[in-house]
């Protein structure tokens, strides 16, 4: 049995109430039971911690978001190395981050944030 956190014990009382009985049987598939909810449109929300009812879902953006981590003194290039393959396939970089040093035990990693768009602007 999954741990009973509110999300999944919020789940199982959202799907008792408003699924009908024979959408789903088996509550201790905790996976199955919160694809089933996205099916029927509800959602968690983490910040109130409840499950909601989904509003109609908003078109994707086009963006492709990469985060590259590495050995900091390797970073940069990496992340270089990624835009240029990526802009040979047709990705034009809209934002690239400065390395940010990772907490410890990781500190001698950094990472970088990449915002790319297929085609440019």
Not at 30 to 57: D, I, M, R
Request: hydrophobic share 35%.
């Amino acid at each position: 049995m999954p741990r009973m956190t509110a999300k999944y014990r919020g789940a199982i009382q959202l799907a008792s109430a408003k699924l009908p009985p024979a959408t789903f049987a088996d509550w201790d598939n905790q996976s199955a039971l919160y694809q089933k909810l996205g099916e029927h449109n509800y959602f968690w929300n983490s910040k109130v911690k409840a499950w909601e009812k989904g509003k109609t879902a908003a078109e994707p953006t086009g963006l492709v978001r990469i985060r590259v981590w590495a050995a900091a003194e390797n970073v940069e290039q990496v992340a270089f190395d990624v835009q240029k393959e990526l802009s040979h396939r047709n990705y034009q970089c809209l934002e690239r981050s400065g390395p940010y040093p990772c907490r410890p035990p990781k500190q001698l990693e950094s990472r970088i944030y990449l915002t790319m768009e297929m085609g440019g602007k």
